[in-house]
């Protein structure tokens, strides 16, 4: 006997069928979720509303100069879109040039000052700088927070280890802060023998000789190499 099965379908015509079925329960799926997503303002809608929002805030931000001061402190730690505060990396080839700067009264000292700011700011004291966040909005937002809740002097305190970690060695500035301020290097500073051992100069080792010691020193000196003199 012959049975005829009428509208049945092969395997493998099924398969294909059930996978189309499967595309398009997921397109309309996916639609569904575009539409509940959508936002309900256009692009050039968000602008405008970004933009007044941005002239509002900033023109009422010009009564709160303490809260503007949070704020760009805030911007100098983590770093933004519009921000790049970039770390003085204190970089020297000379091992023991690093090793003398790593130990010297001044790192020391601002070292001791800021893990004072790290703890203020809720970071770990392990940390090494206080400067060079992401530049994450998010990360923006916690740190002005948290400066919202220190007193002026402890903020002061960020301001100066923030403006230490990026003043740039070997610049101008450091020279006019240093004279502004009455730094006396003898109070920060003693010759080590990292400094001696890079003098080269035979007449600046004998002048040196000659400050310390005296002209008669000097003078019974002058012909011996600068390894003697040292």
Known sequence: ??????????????????????KAATTEADKQAAQAARSETTG???????????????AHLTGFPDV?????VAH????SPLWTVRIEPQHCRNEATAE??????????????????LDYLGMSAEEPTVTGGDGKEDGIV??????????????????????????ASGSAVVEAVGVY?????????QPDD??????????????????????KVADGNIAEKVKAQK
Request: aromatic share 8%.
């Open 181 to 189: 301020l009455g730094l006396d290097m003898a109070n920060w500073w």
């Open 194 to 215: 990292a400094f001696f051992d890079l003098i080269r100069d035979r007449q600046v080792v004998n002048a040196m000789l000659r400050e310390v010691a005296g002209k």
């Open 76 to 79: 100098a730690i983590v770093g």
């Open 142 to 167: 916690a740190i002005f927070v948290r400066l919202l809740a220190l007193t002026d002097d402890a903020v002061t305190e960020i301001v100066a280890i923030v403006m230490g970690e990026t003043l």
């Open 68 to 72: 503007a001061l949070r704020l760009m």
């Open 1 to 22: 006997f012959l049975r005829l099965h009428e509208g049945y379908l092969s395997g493998q015509e099924a398969q294909k069928a059930r996978a189309q079925d499967a």
């Open 44 to 58: 050039p809608l968000q602008t405008y509303i970004d933009l007044h929002r941005h002239a509002a805030a900033r």
């Open 100 to 117: 003398s700067i790593e130990t010297c009264e001044g790192e020391t000292i601002f070292d001791q000052n800021r893990r004072r700011v």
